[in-house]
């Protein structure tokens, strides 16, 4: 295996893209740059940008381009993202921030965007579903929840469902990616950057077929 990898994983709420980032930090040992999770954290925290923060996404809308360019321009200036890479999830999230994306991560670019595709029939009923680790993030289901009373396995957090997982919030995201977020698939192809991947059927299958496009991919970059 090469080591390090320099991906984006894009892909409509609830396709899997939480579960697969942490399986492919593990795999290629570089961090997993989740916006949503870094936003929730200010939340938690409660400090100022975290409480104006919270509004947007209650709210099911995108914070300001230039806000959440500044926060992942600082995580990637660290060192552990410097030396091996990083796997960024959901971010970006429009064309604004994908172009300031590849100006930030100049000289050495993207390896590639990966799009993980699952219909939006079946992230809705996914997203109803849905439970996570309020500390780690770690996902969990109504269907495969923690073995013991809604604490993390991980983590011993607790397991909830996140306050913008309710139906109508749901449907908002979901427009609002089909508006804002998948003009980004042909934009990242227009680039060579592109590679679609189903995201149906089990983790460890959409985990497999990940690995192997990906490995693909860094050998043609060799
Ligand atoms: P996620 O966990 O990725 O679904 O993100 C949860 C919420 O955080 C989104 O619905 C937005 O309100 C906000 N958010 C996360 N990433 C971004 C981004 N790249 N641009 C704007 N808002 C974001």
């Known amino acids: 295996m090469i080591p390090g990898a320099r991906l984006v994983m894009l892909g409509r709420q ?4 939480g579960t697969q980032c942490v399986r492919l930090s593990r795999h290629y040992v570089v961090p997993h740059i989740s916006t949503g999770d870094i936003l929730r954290s200010a939340v938690r925290e409660g400090t100022e940008f975290g409480t104006k923060a919270k509004e947007y996404m209650d709210a099911g809308e995108l914070l300001p381009d230039d806000v959440v360019v500044g926060m ?3 995580r ?3 060192d552990d993202t410097r030396a091996r890479g990083f796997i960024l999830d959901g971010f970006p999230r429009t064309v604004a921030q994908a172009t300031a994306l590849l100006e930030i ?18 992230v ?14 770690a996902n969990y289901s109504v269907d495969e929840p923690p073995k013991y009373n809604w604490t993390c ?6 397991v909830i469902q996140r306050a913008d997982d309710t139906e109508d919030a749901i449907i908002r995201r979901l427009d609002l990616y089909e508006r ?3 003009p980004l698939i042909a934009w990242f192809d227009e680039r060579d950057l592109l590679v679609e991947v189903d995201g149906m059927g089990d983790p460890d299958t959409v985990t497999s ?5 990906i490995d693909r991919q860094r050998e043609r970059r060799r």
């Open 14 to 17: 609830g396709a899997g893209k």
């Open 72 to 74: 992942v321009d600082e």
């Open 76 to 78: 990637l200036s660290l």
């Open 105 to 122: 991560t100049q000289p050495r670019g993207l390896d590639l965007a990966v799009n993980l595709d699952v219909p939006r029939e079946a």
């Open 124 to 137: 809705l009923s996914r997203l109803a579903a849905r439970r996570v680790c309020r500390d780690c993030g």
């Open 153 to 158: 396995d991980v983590c011993g957090g607790d």
């Open 180 to 182: 804002e977020t998948s």
């Open 209 to 213: 077929r990940l690995v192997r496009v």
